[in-house]
């Protein structure tokens, strides 16, 4: 069901194909007998083409979940979207580019229609020149981010349409200039291209108002090292705005580093955090670290066994010495994983196949979850972010959200691999 994306050399060569025709701005409805005067109407069959600059991507349609693309230039935009069916109910959830949820199972009574506004970010991997920043390209991961992860670089905005008989009336996309909220991070952070995998990273925009654009640049098996060497710092740099904000959450990998002898916690890792805090505060936006969430593992008495507890506390003294906002989603995830029980916690983890769970990585629920951690950290530490959290927002992770009552629906993506990196902690 899922459309097969060109690769993100093909992808970007149509762009610059397309570059004298794209538009900056869409206003485009898909049910005739409701477009506003000013609008394109859309018609079934019109699948995406660079010359059109906009289209459905192939896979299936009617009554069930879509995607729709439209070509855009780098940059924040706020989507409008009017939702509701003139015959049936409707329950539609909303994701941009790689499973980024925005809007979540909307419910529309038959000819009702309902009118939501959300921000989303587009990138490429080119880097301009700005300050003491080289021009060049992100060193994207082959195949997966030029292959699986493409839709995430190229010059279009993907939508995806899901849930319980999904039902759009128009899309309006306008270019908008907003605060972003960068995240940089590993595979627990970044946007997983399929299922069963998710980050928090994916699920932080449906707890945001619009107005604000999360830009995740965190990719899987990745270290604060590691976005020095990929220049994906760099690339945040080269776009940051001042007042901009990062939160940047590694650890996972950074283990390795020990096994290789190429650093620890108290050591490179402290290092390299600075290097970022610098670099960010040079170009006036505010650094926040965020201490790695536990993996799943218990002790006889229900307690978390710590696997990250060093990289936790460094993260905290790096914070303390420099300065900086912290999140300590480290101790807050042991809480979460805690009340969830040893049982209970499998649900919010990644299970591959049947019998093997991924102790590590995962799924909606538990990214879900942990999202809401990270929220509750933004406003603890009155991150100027945090004044675009959704209204009446509160989570106590002592008080998880009841697995049955989740019913964010999983995207129609072909089954992914295991992330890149992290192995389960013995």
């Known amino acids: 069901m899922h459309p097969v994306r060109q ?48 289209g ?9 979940p879509f995607y729709f693309s439209v070509a855009l230039p780098e940059g924040n935009y706020n989507v409008t979207v009017t939702l509701g069916d003139d015959k049936e109910p409707a329950l539609t959830t909303v994701k941009a580019e790689l499973r980024r949820l925005m809007l979540e199972n909307v419910a529309t009574a038959a000819g009702q229609s309902v009118t939501r506004t959300f921000t989303v970010n587009l990138r490429t991997p080119q880097i301009g020149a700005v300050d003491h920043i080289a021009a060049g390209e992100v060193k994207l991961k082959t195949p997966r981010e030029t292959v699986k992860e493409a839709w995430a670089w190229d010059q ?48 932080l925009p449906r707890f945001l108002k619009p107005g604000i654009a ?11 090292r590691d976005s020095i060497g990929r220049r994906r710092l760099d690339k945040i740099l080269s776009v940051m705005k001042p007042g901009d904000t990062l939160l940047m959450q590694f650890g996972h990998n950074d283990q390795k580093q020990i096994k290789a002898g190429k650093g620890g916690p108290f050591t490179t890792y402290k290092a390299e955090i600075k290097t970022h805090v610098d670099a960010v ?25 710590p696997s990250l507890a060093e990289y936790a506390e460094a993260a905290r003294q790096s914070a303390q010495e420099l300065g900086v906002p912290f999140i300590d989603l480290n101790a807050k995830s042991k809480v979460l994983y805690e009340a969830l029980g040893p049982e209970g916690s499998k649900a ?8 093997h769970l991924d102790n590590t990585h995962h799924d ?24 675009f959290v959704v209204d009446g927002f509160a989570f106590d992770p002592a008080r998880p959200d009841p697995v049955a009552s989740f019913h964010v629906p999983p995207s129609p993506t072909p089954k992914a691999d295991r992330p890149l990196g992290d192995e389960d902690h013995k």
Not at 56 to 64: A, L, N, R
Not at 348 to 355: H, K, L, M
């Open 214 to 224: 999360v830009a995740n640049h965190g990719e899987s098996g990745e270290t604060y």
């Open 156 to 203: 279009r905005l993907t939508l995806e349409f899901n849930g319980q008989h999904p039902a759009v009336r128009s899309i309006e996309v306008v270019p908008v200039k907003t605060p972003t909220l960068f995240l940089l991070g590993d595979s627990t952070v970044c946007d997983q291209p399929g299922e069963p995998y998710n980050s928090w990273g994916q699920m």
């Open 348 to 355: 919010a983890f990644a299970e591959p196949t049947p019998g």
């Open 7 to 54: 690769t993100l050399a093909a992808a970007v060569l149509a762009a610059f194909a397309l570059s004298a025709h794209a538009a900056d701005s869409y206003r485009l409805a898909f049910d005739k007998a409701h477009a506003p005067a000013g609008y394109t109407v859309v018609q079934p069959a019109e699948t995406y083409s660079a010359e059109r600059g906009y």
């Open 364 to 387: 909606n629920y538990g990214s879900y979850e942990l999202a809401k951690l990270v929220v509750t950290g933004m406003q603890e530490a009155k991150l100027p972010a945090a004044a």
């Open 56 to 64: 459905f991507e192939p896979g299936e349609k009617p009554g069930g």
């Open 281 to 305: 505060r040079a170009h006036g936006g505010l650094p926040v670290i965020v201490s790695p969430m536990e993996r799943r593992g218990f002790d006889a008495q229900g307690k978390v066994i």
